[in-house]
């Protein structure tokens, strides 16, 4: 029947986050959902499903396995394309940060698969595991712009120049056995405490 | 003074990340005016996919991976450049106790001469074959990657047949112990430190290496989004000095136990530095490494950062072979052009480095360590053998390609 929705796998090792899928597709009216936990032997499970949508976590290790396994499938229902199509690039973005990818069958219309990866990307969102990594690089890059500051800091009061106030930051860190950016924090710090102009992070 | 500028790079965990992680860890990023933040990503895709929608600026690259993008291989046609490669070999073709054992049975083992190991599994494969038994299944990182292509290549050339004699299964690098110790696999090729790993666990034995299949044969690359490269000139050639700094820091055996004591913390590798030292120093070869000018893995010396289009050329040649793609000049042009040896010259053109002539190379001319023409001076590049003996000219690709069809039988 033509009017029968897409069917959807769900590869998620995620008990929980793939349970709230599950009901979230069905609440939408999707029937023929399964979900899978354990990779093993999912080549055999894909080829007697033939689902037409495959939804699998970006953390989930498996990606490039079942890539893959799609190339090499000599089903007719080969999930070949990835997210909804080529030329979508928001979808894609919306759902690598949502930190969830989706395979779709070849062919399959466009408004018919849109739903299901909308739905996939806010449940995936709430488990935004990818989020907190992209905040934990982005602190990283704050160290940096400490540390920045402190060079700034030292260039202009005690006159060095920039290679040397990282030398002493640097010399500072390993003698203290403390990170670079701390020991910058507690130079901005001190600075401040004592009025000491200057720890703007203009270094340019 | 330059401006800093702030790159965020994907890495999988592996050894071959050394380059990336000490370019942040030990100052040669900083130094340079880049605040480099390192993400380990879980798979390939991942890093494909986060490179395409500009998430991240650079990667730890597969060699091969831009090849394929740039031949619309990959979701999205976005065009990924290497500018720079990230060493040379690294990896190791590790097969279970037990299969070690066959093989054995058949004949002595040599780690650094491959054909000895294909003699011996070609007598397993032929042995299972007459008893009616199925293929071994050996695991790779990724299709697109050079360990399928030299595991294939080994294969072939001691007269086993892939696909038919040995079937090749995709696993992610980390899994590979596991999937072998659980009896999934019987053997893979992978990068380290999962092959000491298996080692270590008594799950594996180590058959033969990529750098005696192909001395001085390519590995990862610095994968770069070709859009943000172009945008960003002068903050491309400046990671590409830090990473080359650090590729010169890494390279010095004074730093290997220190390089392994950063790789092994829990956000890089996540494995005890007596096991991932051992690629670093080449304690990996064991006995067998005195005797041979053999080097396991290539940082540095030798030109190991230099982008060489001929190594482009080889991986799109094995695509080919493999039924990847088909082979037009078309397609040769857009592989052979995604190495960039223009962008890692002018980038290191200040240290003053000596960076060879050429942008191409006759992969296996090199018998011996050879000095060859460089800016400035003289480099000492190989030996670049293949195992076999075969030849591959970049400039004869057509009949390269020409000759390794069909495979075999």
């Known amino acids: 029947m033509s009017t029968r929705l897409p069917s959807v796998l769900v590869v ?12 979230g597709l069905h609440e939408a009216g999707h029937e023929n959902v399964t979900i899978v936990a354990d990779v093993k032997g999912i080549a055999a499970k894909i080829a007697a499903l033939e689902p037409d949508v495959v939804v699998i976590g970006l953390e989930n290790p498996n990606r490039d396995m079942l890539e893959n396994l799609f190339q090499m499938s ?10 909804v199509d080529r030329s979508d690039r928001d979808s894609m973005e919306a759902a690598i940060n949502a930190g969830v990818s989706a395979y779709v069958v070849d062919g399959l219309k466009r408004e018919r698969v849109k739903p299901i990866l909308d739905l996939a990307i806010s449940r995936f969102n709430a488990y935004s595991r990818l989020e907190r990594e992209l905040e934990d690089a982005r602190s990283a890059l704050q160290a940096r712009k400490i540390v920045d ?7 202009r009061t005690r006159r060095l120049s920039e290679d040397a106030a990282y030398q002493l930051l640097r010399k500072a860190a390993m003698d203290q056995n403390r990170k670079i950016a701390e020991v910058a924090e507690s130079l901005i710090l001190a600075a401040d405490l004592l009025g000491e102009k200057g720890t703007d992070g203009g270094n340019d | 003074m330059a401006a800093t500028t702030d790159i965020l790079a994907g890495i999988i965990p592996l050894t071959d990340s050394a380059l990336l992680v000490a370019a942040r860890e030990c100052g040669f990023a900083e130094e340079e005016g880049i605040g480099l933040a390192l993400i380990r990503e879980t798979s390939w895709a991942n890093i494909r996919d986060r490179i395409a929608i500009g998430h991240f600026q650079a990667a730890h690259m597969l060699g ?47 780690v650094l001469a491959p054909a000895t190991g294909g003699a011996a599994l070609r007598a397993v494969v032929e042995k299972r074959r007459a008893e009616g038994m199925p293929p071994l299944q050996f695991g790779v990182v990724h299709p697109h990657s050079g360990h399928n292509f030299e ?10 047949r892939p696909d038919r004699d040995i079937d090749i299964v995709i696993a992610p690098p980390p899994f590979m112990p596991d999937a072998l110790a659980s009896g999934q696999v019987d053997g893979f090729c992978v990068g380290e430190p999962w092959n000491s790993v298996a080692v270590a666990s008594g799950a594996g034995r180590i058959a033969t290496v990529k750098s005696a299949i192909w001395r001085s044969g390519p590995e990862k690359v610095l994968g770069v989004h070709a859009g943000w490269a172009e945008r960003n000139g002068d903050a491309l050639a400046r990671l590409i000095r830090a990473l080359y700094r650090a ?36 304690s990996i070869l064991g006995p067998f490494a005195p005797r041979s000018d053999i ?7 030798g030109a190991a950062t230099f982008p060489w289009q001929s190594h482009a050329l080889w991986f799109y040649s094995q695509m080919v072979r493999w039924g990847q793609v088909a082979h037009t000049p078309a397609h040769a042009e857009a592989a052979r ?10 980038a290191l053109k200040p240290l003053a480095a000596a960076l060879p002539g050429a942008s191409a190379k006759v992969e296996g001319a090199l018998k011996a360590p050879s000095p060859v023409g460089a800016t400035p001076g003289t480099l000492v590049l190989g030996p670049d053998g293949f195992f076999d003996d075969a030849i591959f000219d970049p400039d004869k690709l057509d009949d390269y390609i020409a000759a390794q069809r069909p495979t075999l039988g």
């Not at chain 1, 500051?149 to 260039?155: D, H, I, P, S, V």
């Open chain 1, 12 to 23: 998620d090792e995620n008990a929980v986050r793939a349970a709230i899928i599950e009901a």
């Open chain 1, 74 to 83: 000599r089903a007719v229902k080969r999930p070949i394309a990835m997210f």
């Open chain 1, 149 to 155: 500051r402190a060079k700034g800091l030292l260039m």
């Open chain 2, 64 to 110: 091969p991976m831009p090849i394929a993008a740039a031949l619309g291989l990959t979701p999205l046609r976005q065009a990924v450049i290497a500018p720079m490669a990230l060493g040379l070999g690294g990896n190791a073709v590790t097969v279970s106790a037990a299969l070690f054992e066959q093989m054995r049975a058949t004949g002595l083992i040599d």
């Open chain 2, 151 to 160: 595991l294939r290549y080994w294969l072939a050339s001691s007269g086993i």
């Open chain 2, 247 to 282: 590729a010169e820091w890494c390279g010095n055996p004074k730093n290997h136990a220190a390089l392994a004591h950063i790789l092994a913390r829990p956000d890089y590798l996540g494995v005890p530095a007596s096991l991932t030292v051992k690629a670093i120093d080449g």
């Open chain 2, 295 to 301: 080097i396991f893995f290539a940082p540095f010396a």
């Open chain 2, 337 to 346: 052009r995604c190495y960039r040896p223009d962008l890692y010259r002018a």
